[in-house]
Structure formats: structure tokens, C-alpha cells
């Protein structure tokens, strides 16, 4: 068998393809942060949270209405999504004039409060969410054995980077937002809903991590500190593709997971902090990040 | 911290106990008014009184009040499995106990450790110093132990271990002032670890949690791996906490080890669990061996995930009638059903209260030496005793989680295959590097 410093090829690839799927998730997770960020210089420390929620949602939607799978990856994060606008509505839109700074302690205090009142109506243990019967079972791949519900993990999280990217940068509404959040004045004045757009955009990266709370739900058992635990890693994530940067977002957190699993395998207690040494080399090097245009 | 103490009755105990409460200038006390001193003087001298009279009767009860505290996490990782359900035994006792003592009252206070070790600390090093507490309760995460033992010992004050599983609490950390309750490392290992081995499953590959206790744990299981004839093939200790353990399952997988050994606690079991099922490890021809999982670990799990697990545990709710009807009145008020670490809460805090009433003490030398010399015979342990490094020896139980199909409830998940004997359970005293037994 073919070894790479000690490992054999074939447990590299199958660490390689777990790195990707996680790469895959971080991916999604972070295009919200950086869909709000880059949109609305609000750095949402909610997105944790708000993951968490998603993932609430699809299980007590299973228990109590009888919501499958399937429906819960459209309804949650449309709920969830909405339940965001509501947030913009009500308490972010009075604070946007204010530095970001404020934008971060606000929504880290929602953060909180969401967390507490879930940890006291369900405690910290979590509950398991099943596998949906048709992602059940897996592939007996050449080098390992892939669960049928990563592979989906994968396909899924990518379309959806990929149809989020092209809504903002290739289409019209795209074009719309980002010119917008350069000048609201302007884009006002052209009878554009300046207001309206800004609620939607949150919603949306409010949905996307609605959205990865309900992809995780079958991987990760159901808890209300799910989400802060990843949050972290996710900015990281953020923080090394350039605050703002969709695509940055999405490639960084391909690559973060990739890198990740190489060290679990080479190094595994560094596996937690592997991502900060990377955020910590690239902000030396490129303080704006590695796709971010301005420093 | 959410001391539930209200302020005044601080304020009466240490303006008016006897010897060893310590006046102190607080920013309260300056607010006071010479007027508002002057009114006060007549009903503080009335409460003086009534104080003294009540010290003629009950000479060793120190400020007239037995206060317990308890420590625990009541919001983290460790909060299922002791939290505000611990809090609630460690009340029912109280409350079963009729809330005082040769007539004093029982007095509890609580707050939240954080499983860090410095609040755990501070915290208790101010209930003894301005509330006199005279019990700590609770006490989970081992980091939170090992200190808080040592500011026990320091200030004379005495503390039931109840939560933490490192078995060096009584070993290398002993103190005479505490008392280590319901389980530890060692049982874990030589009850799961080498039931295994005699199974067949003579090679490991272990998944260690990368901190103090998994490093003991995984040191434990390799000695009793290693001595029944077993091997180590493997291992990977992991970051605490982690999420994602598809890598190191895959990793389990390549070592072709019969037994992937989890040492690890809380979510960390639970996510490997998780993901071990998604990976099939169990359908591949290993077997899983969690070393410490407790009831809300499998309750999370699922038993469809679970199933077929084997671990020791110190208490069940399921064991006879005793623990059933307990456990029942627990569940009306919790709606759960208590862990083994909430059951030991009450129990051993029963065993401190009658240990109090026989002496009419609260001295804690007094009352440790009552609670050594009585055998503990409640719902949790049966003729259970407190060894002199502080280890209540008690039998523990080898159980297997039940396939979803035998299960007759929400909370009916382990099958008792094995009672293991106290005394073969847990450390003998011949190992022991404790100094109150070496010396």
C-alpha cells in the first residue's frame, strides 16, 4: 500500500472527502455571515444561534406537526428567515447608523438569550433528529465507507453557495443590493426599496443558517449549544476568505475544512486551533483577507 | 453567581454568631445612620437574646443555621447530568429530612461553577468566609473538585464530591474534609474494560478526550486492557470539545481494532456515538465501549444509536422498588428521571444531615467521623461505607443498553448484567497514594 509520512493513501483520501464535506458546511455557514456582513456591515453574532434554531426547529417541527425532512429544509428556514426580519425590523434597522460594534453586542445578546431560554426549556444534552429513510446507509467506496447523508451534505451545501453567489453577483436583484449598500441615497432615488432590501438580505443569510441547522440536524445531536461552539470557527473562516467576500467565504471554507482534516490525522489535538494559526498567518500577511478587497 | 442566601440573613450571622464569625466593615454597614443604628440596637439586642438561649441548647451547631452549598455547572456541558435536577435532590432531601435540624433550620444556597475551576473556588472560599457554610454540595467537573477540595481542607469546612469522575479526588488529592460519592475512574475501567476483555475484545483503539480526565481514563483502561491480555492498537486523543468525529472514527476503523474505547465525557460521547452509527462501525464487525456515559447521554443517543453499549454506572433508576419509587417523585418534579450523580446528591446529603442530628455538630471533624462510622443504606447504596481517603465504596452496576424493541418507556434503557461488588469495584486501599492511608 502507498504511504504518505506513515498514512496510508487510501485512509488520506477518506479523510480528504470528510474535510471536503465539512469544508462544505463551514462554507455554507460562513456565505451567511459574509451575505450580512458585506451587504449590511452588521456582523451577526446571532448566525450561531440563529444555526441552532434551524436545527430546533426541524426536530420540534417533526415532534409536535409531523414535519418531514423534506418539508423542514424549505419551511425552517423561511420561518427562521422571517423570524430574522423580524430582528432587522425591530432592532437592528434602529442601530445602524451606530458603529458595527454595536451591531456585534446586540446580536451576541440575542445570541444569548436565545441560547439561555432553549438550555432552560431543554437542557444542554441535546435530542437525536433520524436520518431521512432515503439518505440512509452509505457507499462502500474503494477507501472508505461515505453515509449516504454526507455525500447529500455536500451536494446540497454546494448548490446552494453556488445559487447564493450567482444571485449576487450575476443577477439583477445581485446588482440592486450591492449597489444599495454602496449608496442607499442614490438607489433610493431611483425608486429602488432601499429599506425592504436590507430586511430581505438579513433574512436570507438568517435562512441560510437556518438552513445548515437543518442539514446538521441528522449529523449532530439537536442541542441549544450547538451553535456557538461552531460560530468561532466559522468567523475564522470568514475572517481568512476577507470580511464580506462571498466567494472568498465559500472557497476559505472549502479549504479550512480540507486543512482540518489533514491535521486530524497528522495532528490531532492541534485540530481545534489549526484554523486560528491559518487566521492569524493570513492576517499578517493580508490584513484584508485573502479575497477582501479593502484593508 | 446566584446565591440564593437573602443578604439579611448574612448580615444577622455575622454581626451576632459566636466565635468564628469575623466582623467585617461592609460598604453596608457604613450606610447605616447613627439613627438608624440607634433604632436597631433594642431589637438586635432582643435577637442577641434569643440567639444565646437558643446556643445554651445547641452548643455545636455553630451560627444556628446548617447551610448547604451547592456547587455545580448549571448551565454548560455538565448541567444534564447534575445541574438545577441536582440542585432539586439535594431540596428534596432537605425537605424529606423536614427542613431542619434538632430545630435549626436548613439554609441551601447554589451557583453556577461555570467548570471553571477559579469561580468554583472563589465561590466557596466566600460562603465560608461571610455565610458559614457548612456542606458543599454538588461539585461536578473534576478541575472544579481538585481545587475546591483543597480550599476545604484549608478553611476546615466539609464537602461531598458528587459529580466528578477523577478517581485522584480520593487518591493523590485526598483531604480528610471531603468525600467522594458515587463514582470514579477507576470502576469505569475495571468494570467496563474488563468485562470486554473477557468477552474476546482483546483489541483497542481508544478516542481520548485531550484534558486531565481523559488522560486518566485512558491511562486506567490500558493498565486493565493490558493486564487481561488485551492490546492497545491505537489511539487519538482529540481536541475538547469536538464536533465532528467522522475523522477519527475513520481512523478507528483503519486501526481494525475489535473495540473503539471512547474516554471521553458528556457531548463528546455522545457526537462519537453519533457518528460511529452514521459510519457503521457496529454493521462493520467493531464494537463500541463508552467508558463514561451517563442516563441523559443515552436518553439524547436514542436507544436505535445506543443500543447494545456496555458501561458501569453507579446507580440505575430501575434497580428495585426503592430506587423506582424514589426516582418517581424525582420525575414529578424534574420530569426526567435523576442520574446516577442526582441520586447520589440526595443521598448523600441525607447521609450528612442524620450524621449532623446524631451528633447535634456541625464541627467537621464530628460530623465526618458519624458519616464514616454509619453504613449508608438508602435507595442509592446498599451498606455502602466511607473509606478513610474519603471513597464511599458502594456496589456498581455493569449494564447494556437495550435494543429500541425491549424498551417499555421513554427512560427504559439499560439492562443490569453484572452487580459488581464494592470492594472489587473501586481502588483498594493497598494502592492507595493517599496520605491519610499511607500514613
Known sequence: ?295 | MHATASCNATATSNATATSNATPVASPLSRRITAATRRRLLPLSALMMGSLLSAGIAQADISDGVIKIGYLADMSGTYRDLAGPGGLDALKMAVEDFGGSVNGMPIEVLSADDRNSADVGANTVRGWIDQQNVDMVAGLVASSVSIAVTRILAEQDTLGIVSGSAASSITNEHCTPNHVHWVYDTYPLAHGTAKAIVDEGGDSWFLLTADYAFGHALEGDVEKVVNENGGTIVGKVRHPFPTSDFSSYILQAQGSGAKIVGLANAGSDTVNALTTASQFGVVQAGQSLAGLLIFLNDVHALGLEVAQGLQLTTGWYWDLNDETRAWSQRYHERNERKPTMVQAGIYSSTLHYLNAVAATGSDDTATVRAKMGETPVNDMFANNGTIRADGRMVHDMYLVKVKAPSDSQGEWDVYDVIRTIPGAEAYRPLADSQCELVKG
Open chain 1, 1 to 295: 500500500m502507498t504511504m504518505i509520512f506513515g498514512i496510508p493513501l487510501m485512509v488520506l483520501f477518506g479523510q480528504l472527502m470528510l474535510g471536503l464535506i465539512n469544508g462544505a458546511f463551514y462554507a455554507l455557514l460562513s456565505l451567511g455571515l459574509a451575505v450580512i456582513f458585506g451587504l449590511l456591515r452588521i456582523i451577526n453574532f446571532a448566525h450561531g444561534a440563529q444555526y441552532m434554531l434551524g436545527a430546533f426547529a426541524a426536530l420540534l417541527g417533526a415532534q409536535y406537526l409531523g414535519l418531514n425532512y423534506w418539508a423542514a429544509l424549505i419551511v425552517v428556514p423561511l420561518v427562521v428567515g422571517a423570524l430574522g426580519i423580524v430582528v432587522e425590523r425591530l432592532l437592528l434597522r434602529r442601530i445602524q447608523h451606530l458603529d458595527h460594534l454595536y451591531g456585534l453586542l446586540l446580536t451576541f445578546g440575542l445570541a444569548l438569550i436565545f441560547e439561555g431560554t432553549l438550555v432552560n426549556l431543554f437542557g444542554v444534552s441535546g435530542s437525536s433528529y433520524p436520518i431521512p429513510e432515503a439518505l440512509s446507509g452509505g457507499f462502500k467506496l474503494s477507501f472508505m465507507f461515505l453515509p449516504t447523508y454526507r455525500a447529500w451534505v455536500l451536494v446540497a451545501a454546494l448548490v446552494v453557495c453556488f445559487g447564493v453567489w450567482f444571485l449576487i453577483e450575476r443577477t439583477r436583484l445581485g446588482a440592486y443590493l450591492r449597489a444599495g449598500t454602496e449608496n442607499p441615497e442614490l438607489v433610493q432615488a431611483f425608486g429602488i426599496n432601499v429599506p425592504l432590501m436590507v430586511s430581505l438580505t438579513y433574512g436570507l443569510g438568517v435562512a441560510l443558517a437556518a438552513f445548515a441547522g437543518v442539514l446538521a440536524a441528522p449529523l449532530y445531536p439537536v442541542s441549544p449549544t450547538m451553535g456557538s461552539s461552531l460560530l468561532i470557527v466559522v468567523f475564522a473562516v470568514v475572517v481568512i476568505g476577507g470580511m464580506g467576500s462571498i466567494l472568498g467565504a465559500i472557497l476559505t471554507g472549502l479549504a479550512m475544512g480540507l486543512i482540518e482534516g489533514l491535521t486530524k490525522v497528522f495532528y490531532p489535538e492541534a485540530a481545534n486551533t489549526v484554523i486560528f494559526v491559518v487566521m492569524v498567518m493570513v492576517l499578517m500577511l493580508r490584513p484584508a483577507g485573502l479575497f477582501g478587497k479593502e484593508a
